[in-house]
T-cell receptor, first 116, second 112 residues
Framework: DAGVIQSPRHEVTEMGQEVTLRCKPISGHNSLFWYRQTMMRGLELLIY????????DSGMPEDRFSAKMPNASFSTLKIQPSEPRDSAVYFC??????????????FGPGTRLTVL | GENVEQHPSTLSVQEGDSAVIKCTYSDSASNYFPWYKQELGKRPQLIIDIRSNVGEKKDQRIAVTLNKTAKHFSLHITETQPEDSAVYFC???????????FGPGTRLSVLP
């Protein structure tokens, strides 16, 4: 298994531009999570999906952030317009919530976003 | 909502010594407590986890203990090695991993 796949691995953009991060979960996993990691705030859960449906988006910082999961094998996190304070590493993780009482989250390699 | 605190924020030990990292959580409904290790520039990876119906779990040099009454859990690493140097995150979940709240992390340095 290739694991969780994220693209791009690095993104440098200018303030005000739209940024789209992509994630492909592990095949067969039915839960997907988007995290943001910064030195100041650590690892923060932004949103998670079960069976492609958003369950909890309370961590999404503001309306500039949106996430979609059109099918079981693909999700996007979009920032529009981007701001310098959005600079962070964004991780996607997936798990199989149907495996009773065993829900290790497998993380992707992350996307390092820099907004100038 | 759940709040997870973690101490210490940094920890330096000599190779071969033991390291202990402690976490506390606020929501008594939390029932799953994983520990993740993140090496520099890499992704977090699960190293051990414990569920609320268990008090202790061991895996080779790593052990985790849970005190539900006090709402705290700890990671113990024995015979530390340089490759143990990393940032360690604890987390708590009220629904077996569907919604983690991570602690702020502990940077462990194992000195040769």
């Amino acid at each position: 298994d290739a694991g969780v796949i994220q693209s791009p691995r690095h993104e440098v953009t200018e303030m005000g531009q739209e940024v789209t991060l992509r994630c492909k979960p592990i095949s067969g996993h039915n839960s997907l999570f988007w995290y943001r990691q910064t030195m100041m705030r650590g690892l923060e859960l932004l949103i998670y999906f079960n069976n492609n449906v958003p369950i909890d988006d309370s961590g999404m910082p503001e309306d500039r952030f949106s996430a979609k999961m059109p099918n079981a094998s693909f999700s996007t996190l979009k920032i529009q317009p981007s701001e310098p304070r959005d600079s962070a590493v964004y991780f996607c993780a997936s798990t199989n919530a149907d495996r009773a009482l065993y829900n290790e989250q497998f993380f992707g390699p992350g996307t390092r976003l820099t907004v100038l | 909502g759940e709040n997870v605190e973690q101490h210490p924020s940094t920890l330096s030990v000599q190779e071969g010594d033991s390291a202990v990292i402690k976490c506390t959580y606020s929501d008594s409904a939390s029932n799953y407590f994983p520990w993740y290790k993140q090496e520099l520039g890499k992704r977090p990876q699960l190293i051990i986890d414990i569920r609320s119906n268990v008090g202790e779990k061991k895996d080779q040099r790593i052990a985790v203990t849970l005190n539900k009454t006090a709402k705290h859990f700890s990671l113990h690493i024995t015979e530390t090695q340089p490759e143990d140097s990393a940032v360690y995150f604890c987390a708590a979940s009220i629904n077996y991993g569907q919604n983690f709240v991570f602690g702020p992390g502990t940077r462990l340095s194992v000195l040769p």
